[in-house]
């Protein structure tokens, strides 16, 4: 891995069209910008993480877990015609 | 054209309604070709968004804005051209991926953060990660089922 240092206000450039910049320094924190071409998606690597697990798990689903969930959602949409008042979780 | 796929055996489906996302979904970048399958929704906003080009690979999706009134996603002009159109308007569609917890089903969840935005002339699609804060990635479609075991197990 290549590391550099870099002070407030200073830019790396990585190939011809991304520019990462040193916004901001607070204790622990550093806020950073990032210019980009639009076929680049720049995202936080926890969000990125979680979307793709999301996805990986989703994909796993079968024809009985869809039943399981319009079963639900049936029921649900029936409680509402009837006006039942929906039950608030307690803490 | 004919597909292979594992839930449903072979389908025979018009060409003209596959959709193309070039850059694949999060994490399966080799599918690119989808298609919507509305045959088994039973009068629910549930349908599989199955692979044409993977047999084992389907999502089930549905409409985010039945869970959120009001459910919007920001365009910029990068995306609006990214998609290939002039202008956002009315023909885009959005599908949010529906996921159910092995460990406790009843606490499905769907994906409000990262929906799948078509355009729906060119049928050309993108998962789209909207910025932080908008929307949870695990939206709890049936808050209400948490509380099963005070309402009574069958």
Not at chain 1, 39 to 47: A, C, L, P
Not at chain 1, 65 to 89: M, V, Y
Not at chain 2, 11 to 22: A, C, G, Q, T
Not at chain 2, 26 to 36: A, C, E, F, Q
């Amino acid at each position: 891995m290549l590391i550099l240092t870099r002070k407030i206000g200073e830019t790396i450039r990585i190939g011809d069209d991304i520019v990462l910049s040193v916004m901001e320094i607070r204790g622990n924190q550093v806020r950073l910008g990032i210019q980009a071409p639009r076929s680049v998606t720049v995202h936080r690597q926890e969000v990125y993480d979680q979307i793709q697990d999301q996805n990986l798990e989703a994909a796993q689903l079968q024809t009985t877990d869809k039943q399981l969930i319009q079963n639900l959602w049936q029921n649900s949409a029936l409680k509402k015609a009837n006006n039942e008042p929906g039950r608030k979780p307690e803490a | 054209m004919k597909i292979q796929t594992t839930r449903f055996g072979e389908l025979n489906i018009p060409e003209d309604r596959v959709i193309e996302i070039p850059d694949g979904v999060l994490g399966l970048p080799d599918s690119t070709s989808y298609i919507l399958l509305e045959h088994d929704s039973e009068g629910t906003p549930f349908n599989w968004l199955q692979a044409v080009d993977n047999p084992d690979l389907a999502f089930i999706v549905m409409d985010p804005h039945l869970v959120v009134d009001g459910y919007t996603v920001q365009f910029d002009d990068d995306a609006v051209e990214r998609f290939g159109t002039e202008k956002a308007d009315d023909s885009f569609g959005m599908l949010a991926i529906v996921n159910v917890p092995r460990e406790d089903p009843v606490k499905m969840t769907v994906n409000l953060r990262a929906p799948i935005v078509v355009q729906l002339q060119k049928r050309l699609g993108q998962q789209v990660v909207l910025p932080d804060d908008y929307y949870p990635i695990r939206h709890l479609l049936f808050p209400e089922a948490g509380d099963k075991e005070k309402a009574g197990k069958k």
